[in-house]
């Protein structure tokens, strides 16, 4: 009887590691890229296993992981959701389950907040809002008659393109001369940016003076059209921008972007403590936010090294 317990102390050692089912929203950005990178490197470093589905930006495919993570009884599941509704139903098969679910980067309309234990991610309102700040100190230096805005919303339904929208929005309201004349969704991504941008540009009858992309991706993807166009992106056209990823970095510096708004990718690390914390029955947060900042050309040359996405 007396070895017994000794036997039992390296089996409890060994006991298996947790198991966490996350659902990527796709591979759609830089800033998306990133993400990834830090969640496989941060579970890796924690000694947790981890079951990762890409997606590709389709709600039905997120559905699909979250269910064979439900069926393979893992320990905790996690995701990115690409849209903000349309979660109830398999997130109460995740609770009738048994097994909790983290929202992670975007976040959900849901009629029960039960339904999820934690949400850790940007305040998107602040980082519209933030854009908007850097229009309306530069719209007061330039006394033009009107500053008319084109805008590449991210993904259709997704809580950042709604929360940039609407932040944007409420701040350049303050000067009634900025108007938003064309508002279209570039997916996130840099080709959809470029062939929406053209778009915007091949309908002459309103000058464009600045460009307002929901992300980096969109925006670096518009520069290219912006040029084609034989414009100068960031002089002809300023182009405000958000992830604060390198390309964005390497645009500012080449004077094609004047400034871009820090959206911070790398969860990974917070995702696996809170992983570990919700399995241990821990209280958490239910909203945790990430601090950023807003890096304009200016800084763009000494930030770039510093960068770590
Ligand atoms: C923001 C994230 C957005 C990024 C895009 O947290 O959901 O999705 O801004 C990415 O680059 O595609």
Redesign the pocket.
């Known amino acids: 009887a007396l070895a017994l317990p000794a036997l039992c102390a390296p089996l409890n050692a060994l006991a298996a590691p947790l198991v966490l089912g996350f659902s990527q929203?796709?591979a759609?950005?830089?800033?998306?890229t990133a993400?990834t990178a830090s969640i496989k490197a941060a579970a890796k470093e924690a000694g947790i296993t981890l079951k990762f589905a890409d997606a590709q930006q389709k709600q039905e495919n997120q559905v699909k992981a979250i269910r064979s993570y439900i069926a393979q009884k893992v320990d905790v599941i996690a995701f990115?959701p690409v849209v903000e509704s349309g979660w109830d139903t398999v997130l109460k098969e995740a609770k009738a389950a048994g097994i909790p679910v983290i929202l992670t980067?975007?976040a959900v309309k849901v009629s029960d907040p039960s339904l999820y234990a934690s949400f850790i991610?940007?305040d998107?309102v602040e980082e519209g809002r933030k854009a908007g700040r850097w229009l309306l100190e530069r719209a007061a230096r330039t006394p033009a008659a009107a500053l008319n805005i084109v805008e590449l919303q991210?993904?259709v339904g997704?809580?950042?393109a709604l929360d940039r929208k609407k932040g944007f929005e409420e701040v350049i309201k303050a000067n009634p001369r900025l108007q938003i004349i064309r508002s279209q969704s570039g997916e996130?991504?840099r080709a959809k940016g470029k062939e929406v941008m053209e778009a915007f540009l091949k309908a002459r009858d309103r000058k464009i003076d600045v460009l307002y992309a929901?992300?980096?991706?969109m925006a670096i993807g518009a520069i290219q059209a912006i040029e084609e166009a034989g414009l100068k992106p960031g002089v002809d056209i300023a182009i405000i921008s958000?992830?604060g990823?390198r390309g964005a970095f390497e645009a500012m510096k080449a004077g094609k972007l004047n400034v871009t708004v820090e959206?911070n990718?790398l969860l990974g690390p917070q995702l696996m403590q809170l992983a570990r914390d919700v399995v241990a029955g821990k209280p958490v947060e239910k909203r945790i936010t990430v601090n950023e900042g807003v890096y304009p050309a200016e800084v763009a040359a000494k930030e770039l090294p510093n960068r770590k996405y």
């Open positions: 929203v796709g759609e950005s830089e800033w998306r993400n990115s980067d975007r991610g940007s998107f991210g993904t997704s809580a950042p996130f991504t929901h992300n980096d991706d958000i992830d990823v959206c990718p």
